[in-house]
């Protein structure tokens, strides 16, 4: 089974690390959101982009998302 997903924000990189379980690797392809994207002294940010490749790389924590109940720890 091949399966595209149109991906924004923490939600879409968690759906897309749940449907890489399912489908495996070579059936999922993710297309993110890059209307967020941004220059920040001289950097190009591309937030949604690397939430969803954080996620499939397993590495993602809540730290990492930035969520509010982390912040304040």
Same mark, same amino acid.
């Given at each position: 089974m091949r399966v @595209?997903?149109? /991906? $924004?924000? !923490?939600? $879409? @990189?968690?759906l897309a690390r749940g449907l890489l379980d399912v489908?495996? /690797?070579?059936?999922? !392809?993710v297309i993110a959101? !890059? $209307?967020d994207d941004a220059e920040a002294h001289g950097v190009h940010v591309c937030p %949604?982009? %690397?939430l969803v490749t954080y996620w499939l790389a397993t590495r993602s924590t +809540? @730290? %990492? !998302?930035?969520? +509010?109940?982390t912040r304040s720890r």
């Amino acid at each position: 089974m091949r399966v @595209a997903l149109l /991906s $924004g924000g !923490t939600g $879409g @990189a968690k759906l897309a690390r749940g449907l890489l379980d399912v489908v495996g /690797s070579g059936g999922l !392809t993710v297309i993110a959101n !890059t $209307g967020d994207d941004a220059e920040a002294h001289g950097v190009h940010v591309c937030p %949604d982009p %690397d939430l969803v490749t954080y996620w499939l790389a397993t590495r993602s924590t +809540r @730290a %990492d !998302t930035g969520s +509010r109940a982390t912040r304040s720890r």
